[in-house]
Each structure stands twice: as structure tokens, then as C-alpha cells.
């Protein structure tokens, strides 16, 4: 069967590409397992849910970029909730264990609690649980924690960038202060979400001198603290290697005040580099995609907030999946179109980022990671 692709651009700057996946011509069931050209397997989901925020963090929704005059996606354009629950029935059954919802800021989505009821009652192959968690930045989180919890929400993650107040509302730049962040990280603790991980993005000269006093404010609670390179997504946050701040130097700052030895990844493809207090008042990591990249056994594919699927966080184009959610097509067929998606990626940006041709040829293409989710 000859393949037919289909260019569809980004309704709001025609800068993302995407194409319709093709159908293969011989359809075969799922085996709950499906590997990439490099070997690598399809373990995690990550579906976008909104492409809003009302943060404007400097490194993912810079405000002069993201005005008052940006167009969003309309309603219509987004997955239904029944579109994105089938969507993760049929990567289940390639083998995903773990579904993250992102945006934008998630739980702007009116009544995502549905959503996450839906979903928690998937299974994996192996008739388990799914793993399934949320990124949010806790605005809504006091008052959303028990509604999803008891839809069936397994834990979040919370983007912190600062204890201090001052510096996290330049970094939000809404003025939004941080006692209002860790009161939606204590609600969600307070209901059962756990373990919570807090990730923090550190921009050399903005909010470095935050690494040591974020490590020592959750030292003790049993919530992990994560630290993430400034990363060149997207091409809005004016992104350059000068003002990252390597991991290695991070764990040797935490380390200087209080000692940190390494602890083995919780599974294979894990993005986060483990640490624990050798006194055991708990445990911290750090994601150095930038320094040391990981993409070698990379297992996550994400779904944009209209149903795209992009192959890398450092993408420069998607497969136009709801073409297909929306075109009469039966869930064999669609399944077979992901996992021919997926046979197919060579993705390794990171591990080409020192190339300066490789850099500069992607740079205007990049999807944004508000658009993608984190």
C-alpha cells in the first residue's frame, strides 16, 4: 500500500508541521510490546490537555511572546475526553505503563477530574494499575487535590522554581506568591497523593542561589525535589548554553551542605539522576538533558493538546493522530499507525546538541513546550 502523507500546519503560526500516519496495508494485533529503529521500547504516554497556562514562566510562556493578543487553540480543536481515553487504551495495549498529564497547566481544564476517572480505570498488559500522575503548577491545586484523588489521580508533580517569594514571582511573572504553591503541595499530601515530586528549573543568574534553600525547605517531608536544566525548547525562551547550570554542579552544591550519595534508577529510561541525604531525610535528582543526555533508552511519546503525537520533547514536527480519531478509522487500524509511529523514530536530539548545524537547522521549528507539555 503507498503511504500518503499529508502536510497540516499549526492553526495559529503555521510554523508546526505534521502529517497523517499511514495505515499499513497488513494489520496485526498488539503485542504490548513495540520498539523504536534503536531498540527502544514505548513505556510512557504524556497527553497535553490544554495549551493554556496562567503562568507566564520565563522559560516556557515568556509574557512577550504569550500577550494578551495570542490566539489559542478553540475548544473544538482540543481531544474530547473520549477521544484522548481511547487514544490510551490502544497505547496501553503497545505497552505504556505510565500516562502524564500535562499542558499548558492541566487543571485549567474544566472538569479534568472526568478525565482522570476515565483513565484510571485502564489496565496494563499485565493487568495492572496504570502509573498515573499529573505536572501542575499547584495554582488550582488546593482545591482540585481531592476530586482527583478520589477519581483516581495516583500522584503529581509540582514546577517550583524558587522557596524564595521574590524570585518565584519574577520566575511566574503573575505575581503569584510561593505560600500559595506549597499550600496545593501540602493539600495534595494531605489527601494521598504521593509521593509528590517538586521540579524546579534553574537558569543560571536568575535562580541558581535558590538550589540549596529548595533543599533545604523539603528536606524531611518526603517529597523529592527535582532540578532540571534550562533546556532550548521551543523558540520563545531566548535559550542560551551560558545559562545552564550543569547537574553535576548542582548535586556538588546540595552535596557541600548536606552530603548526597547516588541511588540506582527506579526503571530503565528513568529521565531523573537519583540522590539521597546520607542521613536519610530524603532524596533528590536532577534531569541534565542538556549536559548528559538520556536519550539512549528514552521511552516516552507525547500527545499534543489536538492530538498530535510527537516522537521528542525537541521535536520539529508531529503525526496529525486525530485525523484519524476523527476519520471513521477502527481502533486496529489506528493502532497499527502508532506503532508504525513509533518502529520508525530515531529521535536523539539531545545527543546531537553540540552539533551547531544540527542546532541552528532546528532552532525555528521547535515545538513549544507549552504546547507539547513538559
Known sequence: ??????????????????????????????TGLVADTRGRPLHDLRISVTDRCNFRCVYCMPKEVFDKDYTFLPHS?????????????????????????????P????NIEHLVEMLAKIET???KPLDLTLTTNASLLARKARALRDAGLTRVSVSLDAIDDATFRRMNDVDFAVADVLHGIETAQAVGLAPIKVNMVVKRGTNDQEIVPMARHFRNSGIILRFIEFMDVGASNHWQMDEVLPSAEVVKRIDAEFPLEPVQANYSGETAERWRYRDGSGEVG????VTHAF????????LSTEGRL?????????????????????????????????????????????????????????????????
Open 295 to 302: 536519550c539512549g533508552d528514552c521511552s516516552r511519546i507525547r
Open 310 to 374: 510527537y516522537l521528542c520533547l525537541f521535536a520539529t514536527e508531529g503525526f496529525d493522530l486525530r485525523a484519524l480519531l476523527r476519520g471513521g478509522y477502527s481502533d486496529l487500524e489506528i493502532s497499527n499507525a502508532i506503532a508504525q509511529v513509533w518502529q520508525g523514530r530515531t529521535d536523539n536530539y539531545s545527543e546531537q546538541r553540540s552539533d551547531p548545524t544540527v542546532r541552528a537547522r532546528r532552532a525555528e521549528r521547535k515545538i513549544e513546550m507549552s504546547y507539547i507539555g513538559g
Open 77 to 105: 480543536e482540543l481531544l474530547s475526553f473520549e477521544e484522548i481515553e481511547r487514544t490510551a487504551r490502544l497505547f496501553v495495549a503497545h505497552g505504556v505503563e505510565k500516562i502524564r498529564l500535562t499542558g499548558g497547566e
Open 125 to 127: 498488559v499485565s493487568g
Open 286 to 289: 536532577v534531569i541534565s538533558s
Open 107 to 110: 487543571l485549567l481544564r474544566k
Open 1 to 30: 500500500m503507498t503511504e500518503s502523507v499529508i502536510p497540516i500546519f499549526d492553526l495559529r503560526d503555521h510554523r508546526y508541521r505534521s502529517m497523517t500516519p499511514s495505515i499499513p496495508g497488513k494489520l496485526a494485533a498488539p
